[in-house]
Nanobody
Framework: QVQLVESGGGLVQAGDSLRLSCAASGRSFSGTAMGWFRQAPGKEREFVAAIKWSGGNTYYADSVKGRFTISRDNAKNTVYLQMNSLNAEDTAVYYC??????????????????????WGQGTQVTVSS
């Protein structure tokens, strides 16, 4: 079993920054990618960013491109999401997810929610305007 634990959420003002962390653990963990998704009240869970464990290729939703940066620390099995220039539309519960399986070149393997095998409990990010 794989456990994902997010941290770093909170209440900030528009224009501020936050860094989310997601630590992966488990005896058999050998994922191919980690992703961040978010869900705002009344909306579906949407893709935010993803990163491959090997090679470090990154993927971003258009809405966060240029403001958010995903990174990884392979030695710690930890992924980070640096969020800058936050605005009210970024308010949501942010979920970390881990993907197993094989590596593929097509980006949809890393941006589609159903391709992830494990999920964290989520961390709330609230941006006040």
């Amino acid at each position: 079993q794989v456990q994902l634990v997010e941290s770093g959420g909170g209440l900030v003002q528009a224009g501020d920054s936050l860094r989310l962390s997601c630590a992966a653990s488990g005896r058999s963990f050998s994922g191919t990618a980690m992703g961040w998704f978010r869900q705002a009240p009344g909306k579906e869970r949407e893709f935010v960013a993803a990163i491959k464990w090997s090679g470090g290729n990154t993927y971003y939703a258009d809405s966060v491109k240029g403001r958010f940066t995903i990174s990884r620390d392979n030695a710690k099995n930890t992924v980070y999401l640096q969020m800058n220039s936050l605005n009210a539309e970024d308010t949501a519960v942010y979920y970390c997810a881990a993907r197993g399986g094989a590596y593929y070149s097509a980006s949809y393997y890393y941006t589609e929610r159903h391709r992830y095998d494990y999920w964290g409990q989520g961390t709330q990010v609230t941006v006040s305007s």
